[in-house]
């Protein structure tokens, strides 16, 4: 099939892309702006991107009519207060009036649980809103109703992660005691592919939710088990919808306006009260604890890693590059980030430095440091360095490096991703690319990102941090400079 895919940069777009593709569909990514689309269609057949604003619809008028179906993910949340529903409302109209001239037969659109119509957050009224305007087209309309999507990178479950790893104790809000039906991203996609030209869905709406009931108090306490941590939760009345925002915003990296939006749909219960698409769609669910260990897992798009990695297509015909879909995570995160313009001609001989870090060649700075780091996870009851690397020239993705994971090795992009499985109280990696900057210079880049877990994480980032100024830039720095000695000449 033919799919127009909205949204595409978004949280839900990124993962959905990937299994689309892997269906063997051939998928159209409409975007506001192509740039900032971090998928190239040369690596992936079957993908194709158009540029669109569906704010204006005059942007609109070039977008392929050629289409069996298109999804629908576009969401303003973020925007300002009062903002928010006209922009949707505007989006929608235009998506639903372009679709009408197209060929396609389906729409898909991702919205809201709605228990109450008399008692909805200014969230889910325009939720609503855009699936009556969805529905006053001529095409055929499927409504997927979901609640809070447990995934690493959603808004919502970062908010939980921030609240349980930063305050040993709350003193949190009485909406705590709301109820909510939280899905795993993982079913959340599966539940996208699965209606997608199914005549049981169309012209249907659907709530979506896991096997779990809970209050976010208790997704508050679970979270926390599950990562390994004690937390005491006191709820209060108090706490006004504006305090409660402000709250959230102090503590956790939301924006000001996400939490309003976010403290006025937890207000009320968001639970599934209709499950027949359990009838019409065969899915394991995913218990909520189940879901936020799936979520930390080793990189946060592992959704795609473990589903769809080196996936082909039923047809044969298309073969997905799954690295281009992996990203370092961004959200409460720290970073050392150190870069050095690559002498003109010099390209290879950098990229094979790259290519040869560690076993035998080591980490070009201060390797011995490195080796009493091993020794350190070696006696705590980790791997430390003996591991090595398999082959001294070659990585491939998978692959064991020392202490290290190997996420990424892709020549063709100039980047090699690893994941550390050392013991440490969060999760490490360390990046290598090399790009071309606004001079057309060549810049190789090395990022090391870490995701501390509680307290003790964000005490042992800065107790090393002293150390990343000299061995980090003396890797970086000896990486870019380190030629090797021609045999017969002495070192």
């Not at 979520?295 to 039923?314: H, M, R, T």
């Not at 990203?327 to 010099?346: A, F, L, N």
């Not at 791997?383 to 692959?399: A, K, N, Q």
């Not at 042992?460 to 021609?486: C, D, E, L, N, T």
Request: charged share 25%; glycine share 8%.
């Amino acid at each position: 099939m033919k799919i127009l895919l909205t949204g595409a940069n978004g949280y839900i777009g990124m993962r959905l892309l990937p299994a689309l593709l892997d269906e063997g569909h051939e998928v159209i990514c409409c975007v506001r702006d192509p740039q900032r689309f971090p998928i190239t269609p040369e690596d992936n057949p079957g993908l194709s991107v158009v540029t669109g604003d569906f704010l204006k619809e005059d942007s609109l008028a070039d977008l392929p009519k050629e289409i069996d179906a298109a999804y629908y993910l576009i969401h303003s949340m973020n925007d300002r207060m009062g903002n928010f529903e006209s922009l949707e409302s505007t989006t929608a109209k235009n998506f639903k009036n372009y679709v009408g001239r197209t060929k396609a037969k389906q729409i898909i659109y991702l919205s809201g649980i709605v228990n109450d119509e008399d008692e909805m957050s200014e969230h889910l009224k325009s939720r609503l809103n855009v699936e009556n305007i969805l529905r006053s087209g001529v095409v055929d309309v499927t409504v997927l109703r979901a609640g809070i999507i447990v995934g690493s990178g959603s808004a919502s479950f970062e908010i939980i992660r921030d609240l349980v790893e930063k305050l040993p104790v709350m003193v949190a809000p009485k909406w705590l005691r709301s109820k909510c039906q939280p899905i795993a991203i993982r079913n959340v996609i599966a539940l996208l592919k699965g209606v997608l030209n199914n005549d049981a869905a169309r012209n249907e709406t659907f709530d979506i939710g896991g096997p779990d009931i809970l209050t976010y108090k208790e997704m508050l306490l679970q979270f926390a088990e599950a990562r390994g941590l004690k937390r005491t939760i006191i709820t209060i009345p108090v706490l006004t919808p504006r305090l409660s925002s402000l709250w959230l915003y102090f503590v956790t990296a939301t924006s000001y306006n996400l939490a309003r939006n976010l403290v006025d749909s937890m207000k009320i219960d968001v639970v599934a009260s209709d499950n027949r698409i359990r009838d019409i769609i065969d899915l394991e669910e995913i218990s909520y604890k189940g879901a936020v260990k799936l979520a930390f897992e080793k990189i946060a798009q592992n959704l795609v890693l473990s589903s769809w990695k080196d996936a082909v297509s039923a047809s044969g015909a298309k073969v997905l590059r799954t690295e281009n879909f992996i990203k370092v995570p961004e959200y409460g995160c720290y970073k050392d980030i150190k870069t050095r313009v690559i002498p003109s001609g010099e390209e290879d001989r950098v990229l094979e430095n790259i290519w040869m870090i560690g076993g035998e060649r080591g980490w070009y700075y201060g390797t011995f440091l490195w080796k009493i780091r091993g020794y350190m996870d070696k006696f705590v009851g980790g791997i430390g360095l003996r591991r090595g690397r398999r082959s001294p020239t070659e990585i491939f993705p998978g692959d064991a490096l020392d202490f290290w994971r190997v996420i990424v090795a892709s020549k063709k992009q100039r980047r090699l991703l690893l994941h550390a499985e050392m013991k440490l109280p969060g999760e490490a990696w360390l990046e290598f690319r090399m790009d071309k900057n606004d001079s057309a210079d060549l810049v190789l880049t090395q990022t090391a990102t870490f995701r501390p877990r509680g307290l003790i994480g964000r005490l042992y980032w800065y107790a090393v941090w002293p150390f990343h100024i000299f061995v980090f830039s003396g890797m970086i720095s000896r990486i870019q400079s380190f030629q090797k000695k021609p045999a017969g000449v002495a070192a």
